[in-house]
């Protein structure tokens, strides 16, 4: 079973940067991926999706600001983010699919995930 584990979070100031990574325990090569993120109380929402070819998509709210990529060879998935606002503050997952997915869609649609890492941006 494939596992994944985030790092790189941390608490920032708003307007700061911060890359988030994701290191999985075998090939990524054939897996879509996804970030999600997290807020006590919320459900989990989809921030970034990259297919299995590389190709990224993002949802309107993320568009801009997060950038994801992916590094079969080295089996890690990042997530770039910049100019941080307070309402990123979350906690962060990485997520996996080996299912015939064409999107970021759901959270139920991912059958492998991290553990997440902690975001506290600050105004």
């Known amino acids: 079973q494939l596992q994944v584990m985030e790092s790189g979070g941390g608490s920032v100031q708003a307007g700061e940067s911060l890359r988030l990574s994701c290191v999985a325990s075998g090939s990524i090569e054939n897996y879509a991926m996804a970030w999600f993120r997290q807020v006590p109380g919320k459900e989990r929402e989809g921030v970034a999706y990259?297919?299995?070819?590389?190709?990224?998509r993002y949802p309107s709210s993320a568009k801009g600001r997060f950038t994801i990529s992916k590094d079969s060879a080295m089996k890690t998935l990042s997530l770039q983010i910049n100019t941080l606002k307070p309402e990123d503050t979350a906690w962060y997952y990485c997520?996996?699919?080996?299912?015939?997915?064409?999107?970021?869609?759901?959270?139920?649609?991912?059958?492998?995930w991290g553990r997440g890492t902690q975001v506290t941006v600050s105004s």
């Open positions: 990259v297919d299995s070819g590389g190709v990224a």
């Open positions: 997520a996996a699919s080996d299912r015939q997915i064409t999107g970021l869609g759901p959270q139920s649609w991912y059958n492998y």
